[in-house]
């Protein structure tokens, strides 16, 4: 059974940072792209970034590009959100996600995590 | 704004079938795949429907989705009490090199 359980969210002031992290377990983890997606509070939801397998493909939202770096360690089967100087509008429900599919544009979240909430305010 | 466009809202009687559709561009659903999620209250999004067409182990046939053009349309019939939901599309944006998600519909069930 795939499990994805995330952790790291919490209270922040804004310019201050945060980490969050995403164990993942019931699959090959190496194999498959992950992803983080966020909803702000009553909002719908926005995908932040996505890492390939083996990590030497990266892509980044606009919105968080250049103060969050994501990053994945395939011993321990863990993704990871490194975000630096945050904002109010950071302030959401952060999702990791598990990738399917055969290449990029065919690629969908087949697994979703519980979240892990940001709080970003002062 | 969201890039692909979904009603903010749908409704239907029990056993009715009803649709949600999600508008984009040549850049998304043009030219890439798009999958629908479902959204229940207080938990996290679930595949609904992937590749347009496509629905994972698990998810009822009630459930169906489509795709032309620069368009898409996710149909549940039979409909019951327990879809009352948001419903999420999204695809690949070739010209923002991003997932691009619709701004959801928040399905009613009457």
């Known amino acids: 059974e795939v499990q994805l359980l995330e952790s790291g969210g919490g209270l922040v002031q804004p310019g201050g940072s945060l980490r969050l992290s995403c164990a993942a377990s019931?699959?090959?983890?190496?194999?498959?792209?992950m992803s983080w997606v966020r909803q702000a509070p009553g909002k719908g939801l926005e995908w932040v970034s996505v890492?390939?397998?083996?990590?030497?493909?990266?892509y980044y939202a606009d919105s968080v590009k250049g103060r969050f770096t994501i990053s994945r360690d395939n011993s321990k089967s863990t993704l990871d959100l490194q975000m630096n100087s945050l904002r109010a509008e950071d302030t959401a429900v952060y999702y990791c996600?598990?990738?399917?599919?055969?290449?990029?544009?065919?690629?969908?979240?087949?697994?979703w995590g519980q979240g892990t909430l940001v709080t970003v305010s002062s | 704004q969201s890039v692909l466009t979904q009603p903010p809202s749908a409704s239907g009687t029990p056993g009715q079938r009803v649709t949600i559709s999600c508008s984009g561009s040549?850049?998304?659903?043009?030219?890439?795949?798009v999958n629908w999620y479902r959204q229940l209250p207080g938990t996290a999004p679930k595949l609904l429907i992937y590749?347009?067409?496509q629905r994972p182990s698990g998810v009822p046939d009630r459930f169906s989705g489509s795709k032309s053009g620069t368009s898409a349309s996710l149909a549940i019939s039979g409909l019951q009490s327990e879809d009352e939901a948001d419903y999420y599309c999204?695809?690949?944006?070739?010209?923002?090199?991003?997932?691009?998600f619709g701004g959801g519909t928040k399905l009613t069930v009457l």
């Open positions: 996600a598990k990738l399917q599919g055969p290449y990029k544009q065919a690629w969908h979240f087949e697994y």
């Open positions: 019931g699959f090959t983890f190496s194999t498959y792209a």
């Open positions: 890492i390939s397998g083996g990590g030497s493909t990266i």
């Open positions: 040549s850049s998304n659903i043009g030219s890439n795949t």
């Open positions: 590749t347009n067409s």
């Open positions: 999204g695809a690949w944006d070739d010209s923002l090199n991003a997932w691009v």
